[in-house]
């Protein structure tokens, strides 16, 4: 995950955070149409390649916390490369759904913009430090992570679903955070990383949603 500074930060002016938020969202958005582009030419690829991709991305997504201090615009295109590479590494798992289960696609989509409107709203209105909020998160989400290792070895019941539905509790706590952050931060500079940021959330939302509708449908 890219997270910056979580101190709370006062409210910027109003001019401020309407600039930082259009150009963050306006990144997020190419960024997410790049991630669509990078699933598109990914759809026929074999799935031994999505390892690799996912190496390259991650490498990438570092890198995007170094370039932001050398260029804005070098971490911008990072920030879009990123978005293609990601979309090639989930190409197979895509590509899959959409020729066994296409409804589970759009329903994960759907629901994803609905999650992330909802959430991302909540945490941008608040007042309330929610930096506690995204420790909490970070180490839920470490957690997670372990409990998924697991499942890989041990059959639990409905465990599929345990993971699915805790990943979303958890990444509803990022997102409003993110959102928070992107309000209260002072730096336009920051607008890649918080992108970046934003666009995991939207990443793993998505993921976890097509899972649950994947195997409810």
Not at 68 to 84: D, N, T, W
Not at 104 to 126: D, M
Request: neutral net charge; charged residues 10%; proline residues 3%.
């Amino acid at each position: 995950m890219v997270y910056g500074d979580s101190a709370y930060q006062p409210a910027t002016t109003r001019d401020e955070t309407h600039t930082l938020f259009g150009q963050t969202m306006g990144l997020v958005a190419v960024t997410a149409a790049l991630f669509a582009l990078g699933a598109y030419l990914g759809r026929n690829m074999s799935p031994g390649w999505a390892l690799v991709w996912w190496i390259v991305a991650f490498v990438c997504l570092f890198g995007i916390n170094f370039a932001v201090r050398q260029s804005e615009q070098l971490a911008v295109g990072m920030l879009f490369g990123f978005g293609v590479l990601v979309g090639l590494a989930m190409a197979p798992t895509i590509a899959y759904y959409a020729d066994t289960n296409p409804q589970a696609v759009w329903q994960a989509g759907g629901a994803t913009a609905l999650f992330i409107a909802g959430f991302g709203a909540a945490g941008y209105a608040t007042r309330r430090d929610l930096s506690a909020l995204a420790r909490l998160a970070f180490w839920a989400l470490i957690a997670l992570i372990v409990f998924g290792i697991v499942l890989i070895f041990v059959q639990i019941p409905q465990g599929s679903l345990i993971y699915a539905i805790l990943g979303l509790v958890i990444f509803a706590g990022f997102t409003m955070f993110d959102f928070q952050r992107l309000r209260t931060s002072k730096d336009i500079g920051t607008a890649p990383l918080l992108a970046a940021s934003i666009f995991l959330d939207v990443l793993n939302v998505f993921t976890l949603f097509l899972s649950l509708f994947g195997r409810r449908n």
